[in-house]
């Protein structure tokens, strides 16, 4: 098979000629392979290759749903035993788990050849990829631009033609975000479908989803047949769909009633062209015979950035002091992460508490939404991908923040209330790109990016759709039937076949 018959399959169909004979295994991965070589100096989203990890697999002589189809994974939650998850970070570059996670050992039971870990921003916090350990990763339709985050690496690999499909989660919007940058699709899953376990019960207080970015939707669905269940002991556990998902999109969709926003809920600029996505959706979605309407659900987005701000507030610090507890020292952090752990740490646990508490507002309102609406589509984000650097410290921040870092003020400052301004200041400057995602975190209800748009400077731009909790059978449905109105596999960015 030559590089250019690989990228006209996804996963589906390469596990299928696997199965028939057509290809090997070991032929699958050098293809990837090559490619991955071709690309990574230019992208940089490969953090670890793990060689022995894909010998193991190809020793087994992979069957399943995924047979012998490469893979590759976000260097985070998805443990492999033996070999560090570094989280982007320094400080956990000494830290090897020593059990495969849930993910990892269901992607490898279903067949997947799983090679390289993929880079992401220092914890998974920004909506960039720019980690300090391993640097940006750029987005394949233009380099200059970062491939979003958090799971950039993972999306600049299928957007390049590495894998058809890749490993990645969702805590704010990090598979839908890059997904969008990179005109992919990504489904973020309900709380609870995919198990976080062993290593790990609730990722941000269930606020994080396991998943892929993919180029069909049917291979999210079979994605999602392969990842979804809980294991033992898991915190939250979502109801079994009724028949697996990829069973699901051979059924006929009922008409729907969709609902479309293009505003920012943070009240912040969103670009013409991101608006135009949504509307030409809803277009498209109405010409098909689904009832449309604009109108959005009556929830407080400048409140949502405030628990979103919470949840960091009460999860970095804690996840640095774990990380001492094994070695790490403060250092090992990036400025940011630490400026933002002094403000955690002057967090009170009755705040927090309250903030928790706001989740269930935010997610009951969307219940009623949901009980005259079934769909409601927003932008994924509110510009194209981001050029690198776009969101970094001005001088005197940076300047500023070193200096309290390197005088020891940054702790008592944050206990007297005096960091709190800047910290929200900067927060909200970091969500402007994509203040439509992070609603579907909190409340736990499944989201997806659809690569429906690109701007006539040739870059993709997404829409997203979100829908009612445990209902990803819905979702998938209407992206498999906007996907054969509106084809996307075959619009590949030009460094995939081997251009740029």
Not at 292 to 298: C, I, N, S
Request: with cysteine; charged share 15%.
């Amino acid at each position: 098979m030559r590089h250019d018959e690989y990228l006209r399959h996804d996963a589906s169909a390469l596990a299928e000629r696997v199965r028939r004979g057509e290809v090997s295994p070991p032929e699958l991965l050098a293809l990837a392979r090559a490619q991955a070589e071709r690309v990574q100096p230019l992208l940089n989203f490969i953090t670890r290759p793990l060689p022995e990890l894909a010998q193991a697999q190809l020793a087994r002589a992979p069957a399943g749903a995924l047979a012998g189809v490469p893979f590759v994974v976000k260097d985070s939650v998805a443990d492999v035993a033996g070999v560090p998850t570094s989280y982007g970070s320094r400080a956990f570059e000494r830290v090897v788990p020593t059990l495969h996670a849930a993910v990892l050992r269901r992607l490898l039971d279903a067949g997947a050849v799983v090679f390289a870990k993929t880079n992401l921003p220092e914890l998974g916090l920004k909506g960039v990829t720019d980690s300090r350990l391993f640097g940006p990763v750029s987005n394949p339709w233009d380099p200059a631009r970062n491939a979003g985050g958090s799971s950039g690496g993972s999306a600049a690999a299928v957007a390049a033609g590495v894998v058809p499909m890749a490993g990645g989660n969702d805590g704010g919007g990090s598979l839908r975000i890059p997904a969008a940058a990179c005109g992919l699709f990504a489904l973020k899953p309900s709380r609870g479908r995919i198990s976080n376990g062993p290593g790990l019960g609730e990722v941000w207080f269930g606020a994080c989803s396991e998943g892929v970015i993919s180029r069909s939707v049917r291979d999210s669905a079979l994605a999602l047949d392969v990842l979804c269940g809980a294991e033992p002991g898991d915190p939250f556990v979502a109801a079994a769909p009724a028949e697996p998902f990829v069973a699901a999109l051979n059924r006929p969709l009922p008409r729907l009633r969709v609902a479309f926003s293009t505003a920012s809920p943070l009240g912040t600029p969103v670009d013409s062209q991101a608006v135009a996505a949504v509307v030409a959706a809803a277009r498209r979605l109405e010409a098909l015979g689904h009832r449309v309407e604009e109108k959005a659900p009556a929830i407080d987005g400048a409140a949502v950035a405030s628990c979103y701000l919470a949840l960091y507030a009460a999860q970095i610090p804690a996840v640095i002091a774990w990380a001492r507890s094994q070695g790490a020292v403060d250092t090992d952090f990036e400025p940011l992460t630490r400026v933002m752990a002094a403000y955690g740490r002057g967090f009170g646990a009755g705040a927090l508490t309250l903030s928790l508490g706001q989740w269930n507002v935010f997610a009951r309102t969307l219940a009623a939404f949901f009980g005259q609406h079934d769909v409601w589509l927003t932008p994924t984000l509110a510009q194209p991908a981001l050029l690198h650097g776009a969101l970094d410290p001005k001088p005197a921040e940076a300047w500023a923040s070193s200096m309290l870092i390197a005088t020891g003020l940054l702790g008592p400052l944050a206990r007297l209330g005096l960091l709190g301004a800047t910290v929200e200041r900067l927060f909200i400057q970091n969500l402007a790109p994509y203040p439509f995602t992070q609603l579907a975190n909190l409340a736990g209800v499944p989201a997806m990016n659809l690569p429906l748009h690109w701007t006539p400077e040739g870059l993709p731009l997404g829409v997203q759709a979100v829908g009612r909790i445990g209902d990803e059978a819905t979702l998938l449905q209407l992206a498999a039937e906007l996907e054969a109105d509106s084809p996307w596999f075959d619009r590949l960015a030009p460094i995939a076949r081997g251009a740029g």
